[in-house]
């Protein structure tokens, strides 16, 4: 069995620059700074709000700022994950452009989409990467526009998401630093109380649903909350 763990040996990290603060969203729904501080501490979230850009603009920055900070060779890369549940678009990869703009030309890539387990995941991934001795530089970067799903009329979303990025190197480790286990689990039973629903292979998005914004996160607030608290924490 192998001895070689997978640590995280550089960071990154990218916000866009509007502050979209609790005081803000009560001019906005019918919500307050103590409602939402007492049930999510949230007390702002940053909103990418330029024209055109989408989950890789965030992506992209977040692994320069690793790059640069660490002095990292981006050629020296094997592997690009894009950890997101707001892809730029279905196709092409979020990741394979991302790879592309930061210089890693000798890294492949593959977007990881489980919604807000997606990092999760892709540090299992690249953890198993690691291990296998099949790659020495895994890049993982957690990068979400949830602002351009959001409904900013329904309070039961438009407090919670913002939109950032944030990138990690992983590298071999044999000291047992690094990640030591795991414990991953689905459960696809509730997924009518989260989800955006059209957009997909099941209900297309057309000019119809677009205008009810059927393409907007929904989320039944109360039940996703138990069942967070239940059965996750």
Not at 81 to 91: C, Y
Not at 137 to 144: S, Y
Not at 191 to 200: I, K, P, S
């Amino acid at each position: 069995m192998s001895n070689i763990t997978a640590a995280i040996t550089a960071l990154g990290a990218y916000v866009p620059e509007f502050v979209l603060t609790n005081q803000l969203l009560e001019t906005m729904v019918d919500t307050n700074d103590e409602w939402i501080t007492t049930r999510t501490g949230i007390k702002e979230r940053r909103i990418l709000k330029e024209e055109g850009k989408g989950t890789s603009f965030m992506a992209i920055k977040a692994s320069e700022d690793l790059i640069k900070k660490y002095n990292i060779d981006p050629k020296e890369i094997d592997l690009v994950i894009v950890a997101t549940a707001t892809p730029d678009m279905k196709a092409a990869s979020t990741a394979a452009y991302t790879a592309t703009q930061i210089g890693a030309v000798n890294a492949f890539s593959f977007d990881l989409e489980a919604a807000c387990s997606s990092f999760l995941y892709g540090m299992s991934v690249a953890s198993a990467y690691i291990q296998s001795k099949k790659y020495k530089k895994v890049l993982l970067v957690g990068a979400d526009k949830n602002s351009s799903f959001i409904n900013y009329k329904d309070r039961a979303t438009c407090i919670i998401f913002g939109d950032g990025a944030g990138a990690v190197l992983f590298e071999p480790n044999d000291e047992g630093l690094g990640l030591q286990d795991e414990l991953l689990r689905s459960d696809g039973s509730g997924r009518e109380f989260l989800q955006a629903t059209y957009g997909g292979s099941s209900y297309p998005i057309n000019e119809s649903t677009y205008a009810e914004g059927k393409h907007y996160v929904f989320q039944d607030g109360k039940t996703v909350f138990k069942n967070a608290v239940f059965n996750m924490a």
